[in-house]
């Protein structure tokens, strides 16, 4: 168990509807990181938030979008879904310290858009 | 710009036989180098990490890697493959701040010979 919390783990949805993703960091860790993985892309980073604030931005399509709320969870929201946005959605959690920064992943969303 | 070059994208062994899963990378700044594992339906899990310091690195599943900067290699390797070993493996780059996240490989599927 990585300590990092993802909800839902399986999500099944129509085209052009929106879902929002939920992730709880690992106790302590003020960055949070989206990664998309798909068959045809791989692992794909998305963004990146550290306390509360964007940090980096990834492959991250218009039509998605992500904050990070003051205790530290985090939601992606995917709007205007495709099919092509199928994919496994993972959030990890990290904190950068003297010996570099280690980043843990949850178990995923599995996003299915039908 | 960082890049992660995994060489094999399926690599088949015998049980008790050494594993060995190449990973080249490319970095501008000295680099922070991790291994993943992803069993199947299951998130990424993390194996080991170089960040600084000694280069031959131990991690979890008697998993090791060496960091080679004249090669810019960091191999993952073990001297006797077990069939439980069977997995997704991701080499992954980031610099020291992880500012953007990782930069993941594409992955290579290990296969487990009875």
């Known amino acids: 168990d990585s300590g990092v919390t993802q909800t839902p783990k399986h999500l099944i949805t129509a085209t052009g509807q929106r879902v929002t993703l939920r992730c709880s960091p690992r106790s302590g860790d003020l960055s949070v990181y989206w990664y998309q993985q798909s068959l045809d892309q791989g692992l794909q980073f998305l963004i990146q938030?550290?306390?509360?604030?964007?940090?980096a931005k990834g492959n991250i399509l218009e039509r998605f979008s992500a904050q990070q709320f003051p205790d530290l969870h985090s939601e992606l929201n995917l709007s205007s879904l495709e099919l092509g946005d199928s994919a496994l959605y993972f959030c990890?959690?990290?904190?950068?310290?003297?010996?570099?920064?280690?980043?843990?992943f949850g178990e995923g969303s599995w996003l299915t858009v039908v | 710009a960082q890049s992660v070059t995994q060489l094999g994208s399926h690599v088949s062994v015998s049980e008790g036989a050494l594993v060995l899963l190449r990973c080249n990378y490319s970095s501008s700044v000295p680099p922070y180098l991790f291994w993943y594992v992803q069993y199947p339906n299951q998130g990424l899990q993390l194996l080991l990490k170089?960040?600084?310091?000694?280069?031959l690195v131990k991690g979890i599943n008697g998993f090791e890697a060496e960091f080679k900067k004249s090669e810019t290699s960091f191999h993952l390797t073990k001297p006797s493959a077990h069939m439980s070993d069977a997995a997704e493996y991701f080499c992954?780059?980031?610099?020291?701040?992880?500012?953007?996240?990782?930069?993941f490989g594409k992955g290579t599927h290990l296969i487990i010979q009875p």
């Open positions: 990890a959690s990290g904190t950068t310290t003297e010996f570099g920064n280690t980043i843990y």
């Open positions: 170089y960040t600084t310091g000694a280069t």
């Open positions: 938030y550290y306390n509360g604030e964007e940090r």
């Open positions: 992954a780059v980031s610099d020291w701040g992880g500012a953007d996240g990782l930069t």
